[in-house]
């Protein structure tokens, strides 16, 4: 049989579409018009049911969902090319207060909008384990049920990061209630009223949930294989652990985590451009941890459409829309390849060549070969150069003078047919040794100094760069801080970053994000002029911002709620 990724059983189940295999054909979706006996018939059956809970994961995607949750642009590093146009809230929660209000965190918000409410895919985990206790167990044994058990909670735990870094404690529920998403549906009223917990106690409910999962699901992706490739295993489990620990502030959990991570088999890819091509001939399964997985022709999504550069649309006679570029913010942050720092005042006659691989791998920029063309973003240029202004779009073009790279499959003209099929590499092995080297920093920096600088170079060395030296935890969080942004550029972590460091006030607050308007002279050389790319308007982010409202609906309902978040 040929192999079937987690994301395309999850992508049709969510279209409600049918998929057949081995004589079972089930439509998930309306589980509501199946009985429970007919979900639980056959293993196959439970299987598509089960999978549906990594739904969560999805909803986030920053290659699926590109168009409206890429969250590095509501950083410094990103700047959405769009001023509200296309669903794009970012430019708007960047810029006006009016964005994020009382009862509203406005495009962040995920605890009552709707059949996106994340405690709607609470309330379907919550339901699905009601039933793996009372059908799976007795139908295929304790070991398969604890398995998907913990998939299920480990999906369950994701959903609840999800609403924690948004609003800090929530409501935590474990049980079949009659509540969707704080929406009383009539089966049980009372218990729409349950009290909140504190941050701290969602976030230790979160990772002793990963914890138990981390015991019990398979140790290699080799367990789910041919059939269920791409489902959640110990190194999951484990490397998300290490990820939620700095939001919880408990380090030695994040380094237990890591550590764990590294003794199942956890390691850097060699090519780190390669990491992000389907096509490559390098194998990346040591390095992505968990990914999502789509099917070239079947289950699609628009990525390649949504941010190749203008340029583009001439040779594929199609529309590309630059939906997101990068920042001069991240684009001065790449050193050059023998390390040395880069500085606009040094650089500027030729600011791009031999930079370090993540920025050629990262970003399309003025001169770069793409294609078996040219890219050109000076003023005047093929791919162009359009200010951006508080109202519409670019149109398709950067505004900063870059455009994103990384996850574009070079030489891949079928995305205009056939859609995009490259996968989502939502957890890396990258990520986990930087979360190992914050986590020894902040434990005890004079104490594990040396583990936590080995976990930092270690990232470095794969793109071939010097080791770095620290003497002091503020240094080194300076050094981890740029180190995250550049290897993570494009994965959605750093607006998440900020706010968990508390600097979102100091990077974001009373400043711009820039780019680079280039000039091409008449002796074909550039000229480079760094500008400000917001539209006239210094960005805005509050103290409250670190917390955002909860709903107004919840406020109402729920009687032991305990109050809003302070400052709304």
Known sequence: MKKIKIIALLSLTILGLHFSSCNDTLNIDNTERLSDAAIWSTEGAAELYITSVYKTFSDVSQVQNSRLQFFDSYSDIMKSTAWDQYGHGYNRALLQLSTFTTGSAGPLECWA????????????????????KRYGEDKFGAEWSNI?????????????????????????????SGVNGGVDDGANPADIHRARATEAESWDFVINELKWAAEHLPESSTFWAPRWTGRATKKTAYGLISRMALFAGKWQDAV????????????????YAKVFQVDSNQDNSAEILFGLYFLEGTVTHDYDRQNRPFGDRAVHSTDTYAGHVPTSELADLYEFADGTKFDWNTHSADPYTNREPRFHATILYNGTRWEGRTIETFVGGTDGFTEFQQAGSTNGRTCTGYYLRKYLQEGYTDFITRGS?????????????????????????????????AALNQVRARVNLPAVNATTQDEFMAL????????????????????????????INGRNAHGVRITKN??????????????GTTRIFPAR???FSLPTAELSNNKLLGGNNPLW
């Open 148 to 176: 998907r058990r913990a998939e299920i909670r480990l999906c369950r735990a994701f959903s609840y990061y999800r609403l924690i870094r948004v609003y800090g404690g929530v409501v935590i529920r474990t049980d079949v």
């Open 480 to 507: 981890l801080r740029r180190e995250r942004a550049v290897e993570l550029a494009g994965e959605g972590f750093r607006y998440w970053d900020l706010r968990r460091w508390r600097l979102a006030e100091i990077v």
């Open 256 to 271: 237990d985590a890591a550590e764990k991570v590294k003794e199942l088999g956890g390691a850097l890819a060699p090519d």
């Open 545 to 547: 911002y670190y917390l």
């Open 113 to 132: 909008n709707g059949d996106e409410s994340v405690y709607i895919r609470i309330r379907r985990a919550n339901v699905m384990l009601d039933e793996l």
């Open 522 to 535: 008449a002796d074909d050389t550039f000229s480079y002029e760094r500008v400000a790319v917001d539209g």
């Open 421 to 453: 099929y490259q996968y989502d590499a939502v957890l890396r092995y990258a990520e986990v040794l930087l979360n190992k080297a914050e986590a020894y920093a902040m434990l005890d920096f004079g104490r594990y100094r040396m583990e936590a600088l």
